[in-house]
């Protein structure tokens, strides 16, 4: 590989190593924003203590437990229940999505790293390359860049002549 190929996808690396930080930032505002959904639920669920409408009233003076019980306290009962199976549903939902989210978070950051590694083994590879280029620039300089340039031709044209006998050998 090249210098310029390697350049290219240490940029490419570098460029996926940074979406995918973005992701996770994304992810993590997600996760607040669920976190201040949480905090403003729990400031509703205070209007259940206070609300008039949540609260029993005392039966009137000539009020029947029987009538009491069917026209108010049946009615309410029923209400507590509706509004228990709408949070409950609600709280399972939320509750796969956290862990849908922190599944997503982890194999996100496992990906970060992972570009990481790649990072560093092509800047590693890229400077490994740049001394080499180094080198090979001090050798132009000594031995004079045409004569360098004759040598490499011929080097590359025994290769192709080799290449040519290998697929004649094999067909």
């Known amino acids: 590989m090249d210098n310029q190929a390697l350049r290219q996808k240490y940029n490419d690396l570098q460029q996926n190593n940074v979406q995918l930080e973005k992701q996770q930032n994304e992810l993590k505002s997600h996760i607040e924003q669920m976190v201040q959904s949480e905090q403003l639920l729990q400031r509703d669920v205070r209007k259940y203590d206070e609300?008039?409408?949540?609260?029993?009233?005392?039966?009137?003076?000539?009020?029947?437990?029987?009538?009491?019980?069917?026209?108010?306290?049946?009615?309410?009962?029923?209400?507590?229940?509706?509004?228990?199976k709408n949070l409950t549903i609600q709280c399972v939902r939320l509750k796969e999505e956290v862990l849908q989210l922190r599944k997503e978070k982890k194999r996100l950051s496992e990906d970060v790293e992972f570009y990481k590694g790649k990072i560093k083994d092509m800047s590693d590879r890229t400077e490994l390359l740049q001394e080499k280029a180094d080198d090979m620039e001090c050798v132009k300089r000594y031995a004079g860049a045409e004569q360098i340039d004759t040598i490499i031709r011929k080097v590359k044209e025994q290769e192709r002549t080799e290449q040519q006998i290998r697929r004649y050998d094999r067909s």
Do not use: C
């Open 51 to 84: 609300a008039p409408e949540w609260q029993l009233p005392e039966p009137g003076a000539f009020a029947s437990a029987k009538s009491f019980r069917d026209k108010v306290v049946i009615p309410f009962v029923n209400k507590l229940k509706t509004l228990i």
